[in-house]
Nanobody, 125 residues
Framework: QVQLVESGGGLVQAGGSLRLSCVAS????????MGWFRQAPGKEREFVAA????????YYATSAKDRFTISRDNAKNTVNLQMNNLKPEDTAVYYC??????????????????WGQGTQVTVSS
């Protein structure tokens, strides 16, 4: 079992930046591929960014590419999402996700084995 705890959300003006962090704890958390999803009110949860366990591969949603950067520190069991040039449409609850397949780039909710509780990101115009 893996527990995921996100932090770093908040209120920011359009064009600003936020850095989300997710700390994993529990069983063999270092061997999990990780990712970030988000869910806006009235919408389905959607993929944002993914990273393999070795950090050898990353993948981004079109909306996140060139603005967001996913990274991880396996020694600290942490995955981060640096978000720059934020837009009002980025407003959502952001969820950390993990899968037991270390080489998988998580892009769908069906591939997720563990979820965090979410952290709210609000971007004002």
């Amino acid at each position: 079992q893996v527990q995921l705890v996100e932090s770093g959300g908040g209120l920011v003006q359009a064009g600003g930046s936020l850095r989300l962090s997710c700390v994993a704890s529990g069983r063999t958390s270092r061997n999990y591929a990780m990712g970030w999803f988000r869910q806006a009110p009235g919408k389905e949860r959607e993929f944002v960014a993914a990273i393999t366990w070795s950090s050898g591969s990353t993948y981004y949603a079109t909306s996140a590419k060139d603005r967001f950067t996913i990274s991880r520190d396996n020694a600290k069991n942490t995955v981060n999402l640096q978000m720059n040039n934020l837009k009002p449409e980025d407003t959502a609850v952001y969820y950390c996700a993990a899968t037991r397949s270390p080489k998988l780039l998580i892009t769908t909710t069906q591939e997720v084995d563990y979820w965090g509780q979410g952290t709210q990101v609000t971007v004002s115009s």
